[in-house]
């Protein structure tokens, strides 16, 4: 490092004070740090404690409410009129002839195992009398369940047959590893946690839930690598996640609940208030020892490493700073004396620095002269800064273009493809090199022309020219439109030609229809001229039929009806010459009706979610198939919002929209239904409100319109046919409703059917 520090450092000199300062603030720095890390070391021991601490009263927590949660749910059963019935049923269910009520119990069973949040395995049904199960798969013997299906040396039939002896109601027993043993084949099934619950009054059956083990450790241990055990009231090991691992007995756990160490391990425990059970988490003393001397080796060589790294830094900077503000002293000093400065100095930055002024000095002397004699130049790029920027005041424009010459305009729009992302060249210097070819092609041919880039992909042209035959530049742009057509695969370019206008005044008028003016390319994959002003195409029409037809289909949950009905929609714009723009539109306003429809069932919340195609890449498609795929990837995840609302319905909602769907055509009412749920009906109208986002009046009512409107396709029908059909015995009503619903009459919409039908 001597080589960086000068010969004689004088104590004033601007080197001694700006390292004797870098040297303070270091010294400072460190001894800061060197005293919070004595400091944060008491501190740190205290926090992996606590955070073990915090670790263990969270999965007590959890594994507490989670056998609270277990019990109150499979107990909740019995509130069920309906499962009390089938059960009685089947405690003697050859006596009974009962076996239709097993699909009823299976039926209850299924809210139980198939809760995810649960993680219920199984859920078995153990009748003594006739000595056989209800489990999810159906019912088989006793014998068969315990001795085939959920084997275990732990738990034979003979100690299932011992618990309906025992006086208890609910009990958790010790984890154990049960097989399946089918065709000589045996299959495992994991660990699994029984728990035993005996509903009263019964002494001839009871329950047996199976409880994923491992996946209950995984959910309620935030520490999943240390060693995890549960104890039971008697000391006895329900659940270890280690095997082999020591287990201490219950006498060691003292009931104050501070953890103690023991031979190489800290012992963090808690009780359970709802099960008695004490939960063990075992963290080896090292890996809390180890933890500190790493953060102790880690800050003192970070110290050690900074402050060497530091000391450097500022000699290094002090002297970079010194030795270049000298020289430029000592060449101020010379120029002030008018001494003669030496051509080269210590520093050959320096010198380069020196040498650079005086070309910057040369050229810009150079640049003064030649912008002197390129004033009319100059005064053609300023405008091209205005039309940038189009929204400008009118006056200030007339004022630069004061030139006579009559002129056109040449708008090119380029859409990159796919595969010239693969070339790894930015789109900015793709442009870039497209309008430099632009604007060579262009000045063989005209002289004056100016090309100029106005956006990150569309470039203008303006063509100077007396010239009224259009061969002049149809010569140049046919060549051009040659050249892009041999790159399609890489990019598309979409060109405006204006008129000739005869004066630079109309610059703003002629920018403003070309871009109207190319905004009418067609969705075709090759590169397409726009001659002129080109009227603009009659919009294709969203009708109020299409709306409803999209909204029908969408909420069937029929995805391929979905998706033709957007393809023929597409096949329509196709034929009738659609501009891409058209497609565009189509395709924002499917995506309104889409939100719209998800609105009426409450999932336009759930919109967050799912995945959300880009509005933007719209302008870059030319093809009809490029939006047929980008419909399916907006569509897709509403159609299956909507079949997971359908499926996901609790039993009373779901029992609701069965019944109305299977018996749309008789007289229903909110009584009704309440009665044969033995609910009361304001409880139901609430209730059906929460579930569904709708009235129950209103629900029914759309139901009736929307199948209503699928009768009327058949023109065979009567208006009062139909009205019977969907519950109104009374056509007025029926009329009116429908006209309330869909905003016209039952006779109107099927007009537009056949009218649209004739089209088709």
Known sequence: MAEFVPRSIKPKSLFSKMLTGFLVVILLLVSFNFVTSIYLKNKIHDEIVKYNELSINHTVEGYENHFRLSKNMVLGLNQNDRWITSLNILRKVKENNGYASIEDIKAELKTLYANPFLQFENVILYFKNDAYVVEKDGTSSAEDMFGKFYRSPDYPLSFWNRQFDERIGFRVFPASRFTEKSAGIETNKGLLLPMLMKPLPYNDMYLIVMLDAQKLFQ???????????ILNSDGQPIYTSTPNVPIEPLSAFDTSGQPMMKGHYYYFFRKGQETGFTYVSMVPTESI??????????????????????????????????TPLRKIIDSMQAWDTGEKQSKHGPIREFDLISHKVNQMMQTNKSMTQDLAQKTSLLRKYALTNKLKNIHMNLDELREMADTSMPFMILLFEIHFKEPYTELDIDQEKGTYYIREYIDSVLLRSFAESVTFQMEHNLVLSLVFTTDTEPESVNQPIDYLKNMFDIEHDLYLVTIAVSPLYPASSAFTTAYEEM???????????????????????????????????????????NQEAVYVWIAKHLEQLSKRGSSAEAYWQFAKEIALQMEKSLQKLNLHGQRSSMVKPSFHALSEFYSSEQFQQWFVTLLQPAIQRVRDHTEDQDPITRFVIDYLDAHLHEDINLDLMADKLNITPGYLSTYFKEKTGMNFSDYLNDLRIQRAKLLLDNLELKIQDVAAHVGYQNANSFIRMFKRYSGITPGEYRKKYASRLSVE
């Open 515 to 557: 871009t109207q003016a190319i905004k009418q390319r067609k969705l075709i994959n090759e590169t397409q001229v726009i001659h002129g002003i080109q009227p603009i195409p009659e919009p294709y029409p969203f009708t109020v039929l299409m709306e409803e037809e999209f909204h029908t289909r969408l909420m069937s949950g």
């Open 219 to 229: 959910i309620h241990n935030i520490a999943s690598d240390q060693h995890f055990y």
């Open 289 to 322: 020892s180890l933890q500190l001397i790493r953060l102790n080796t880690i800050l003192i060589s970070l110290l050690v490493v900074v402050a060497l790294i530091s000391i450097a830094a500022s000699a290094l900077f002090s002297r970079s700073l010194h």
